[in-house]
DNA sequence: CTAGTTGCAAAGCATTTGCCTGTGG
DNA sequence: CCACAGGCAAATGCTTTGCAACTAG
């Protein structure tokens, strides 16, 4: 897998490091297309589906909501989220909770779980 | 709103009200059809969106799946679910979780949280 | 009767893919 | 050089919508 470095792969993780969340690819695509403009819309699925495999980056999914990506350096390897509803911003949160087994009725076996807290973050409170 | 009670209106109640856990347009579709086969997907879709805003039905959107719909007398009023890896269904899990306000950063305000725990269920052990 | 519902087909969106051109190493 | 990446446009899959025919009340 030759991994070739192009001005776009470039840009777009350049994107995805500067961001304060996961992005969706539309918001890669904007913030990326400031360094690359001829960067289209396939390019960013591709790039991004890429990365994603070889664990460069995480696909964050929260309900409800459509898949954003992020850097792997900084995402939360627990699926902890935070939901902004004024903004729409979504922050990795950290630390993990206890009393998640007593949810679980009897026969059932967990391997993992996901978070997400909704609210408002501190910009728009 | 007249909310007129016809043929596939009832189907889909019933699809819903007889399912293990929530159930996807298309599964909706497949198990009204045995009492309408003339039914479509658009009616599907048109009369979940009604029975949504009338509260009769409620949505179950969870990351990374597609939105699910169940019955409200069923649904779970707090966001927990469970869905099975290998079988794909989802159960509403009871009870609720203490201590997650500890996963908050300072500044941030919660007003609501979903969970979901991944595993399999006691069929599929 | 007549407003509201349905089926069908077409329109929308987000995402993926085919194809051919362009380019990094 | 040339395999892989990129741009464009068409294809796909899910959901919504326009429209004319139909039906519950």
């Known amino acids: 897998m030759p991994e070739t470095l ?3 792969r470039v840009a777009i993780e350049a ?5 304060v969340g ?3 690819p539309r918001a890669v695509l904007e913030a990326a297309r400031r360094e690359v403009p001829s ?7 591709r790039t991004l589906k890429k990365m994603v495999a070889a664990g460069s980056v995480s696909m964050v999914e929260l309900a409800g909501q459509p898949p ?4 792997s350096q900084i995402a939360n390897p627990h699926r902890h989220h935070f939901l902004c509803d004024a903004c729409d911003t979504v922050f990795d949160l950290h630390g993990c909770v206890e009393d ?20 408002q973050c501190p910009n728009c409170r």
């Open 100 to 119: 998640l087994r007593q949810l679980l009725p009897r026969g059932f076996r967990m391997n993992s779980h996901d978070i997400t807290l909704h609210g």
């Open 22 to 24: 996961p992005l969706s």
């Open 15 to 19: 994107a995805l490091e500067s961001a």
């Open 68 to 71: 954003r990506y992020e850097s």
């Open 39 to 45: 960067l289209c819309l396939a390019t960013v699925y």
């Open 6 to 8: 192009t001005a776009q």
